[in-house]
């Protein structure tokens, strides 16, 4: 069993930036892939990054690769995901979840751990 945790989701102007962090608990990260969704109000849940669990290599929506990036820290069992140059469109509810593979991640498979998901708002 994993349990997550998000944090780091607020109100932000478009151009800015935040920082996102899941925390795990219950089985260490470097035990999992990990990745980050969003689900936008009215929207299906899109799939955002995902990073390997020996590797550190990381995978991005193709839309969102240059702005954001993944992260994780083992020691700390704890993945970030950095928004840069945040757009309106980037406003969505952030999950973090962990899988046993990355195609797991990619393709939201029922086996996977999902955290509460944090809250992230871009004004124009």
């Known amino acids: 069993q994993v349990q997550l945790v998000e944090s780091g989701g607020a109100l932000v102007e478009a151009g800015g930036s935040l920082r996102l962090s899941c925390a795990a608990s219950?089985?260490?990260?470097?035990?999992?892939?990990m990745g980050w969704f969003r689900q936008a109000p009215g929207k299906e849940r899109e799939f955002v990054a995902a990073i390997t669990l020996n590797t550190g290599v990381p995978y991005y929506a193709s839309v969102l690769k240059g702005r954001f990036t993944i992260s994780r820290d083992n020691a700390k069992n704890t993945m970030y995901l950095q928004m840069n140059s945040l757009k309106p469109e980037d406003t969505a509810a952030y999950y973090c979840t962990a899988g046993t593979t990355l195609n797991s991640v990619r393709t939201s498979d029922k086996s996977l751990y999902w955290g509460q998901g944090t809250q992230v708002t871009v004004s124009s």
């Open positions: 219950g089985r260490t990260v470097s035990e999992y892939t």
